[in-house]
């Protein structure tokens, strides 16, 4: 699938990914490939990530921690999309 990650600056992240991890409003969340299509609210917290060849152009490399194969970028709210197996976040 795949994440696209949306801050008021810029769309810091365009990668194929295959699980991603989400801080909903009604609590945790993952996203596998070919998930439903899902509308959520998101709240404080991380958004994590893995896959096999995921791409960050350098520029944000530096927005994002990368532990064992599993990214990170911390959000104050937002809101995603999955539809499509494209899942877009929005983010503060």
């Known amino acids: 699938m795949i994440l696209e990650i949306v801050t008021p600056e810029a769309t810091i992240l365009h990668s194929k990914v295959d699980v991603v991890s989400l801080p909903g409003s009604d609590g945790k969340f993952q996203l596998l ?3 439903a299509p899902v509308v959520s609210l998101l709240i404080e ?7 096999v060849n995921i791409t ?3 520029q ?5 921690t990368n532990i064992k194969g599993e990214y990170s970028f911390q959000i104050k709210s937002g809101t995603i ?3 499509e197996n494209y899942v877009t ?3 503060d």
């Open 33 to 35: 490939s070919h998930h």
């Open 45 to 51: 917290g991380e958004v994590k990530f893995k896959g």
């Open 56 to 58: 960050i152009e350098e």
């Open 60 to 64: 944000f490399e530096a927005k994002f």
């Open 81 to 83: 999309e999955m539809k």
């Open 89 to 91: 976040v929005l983010a």
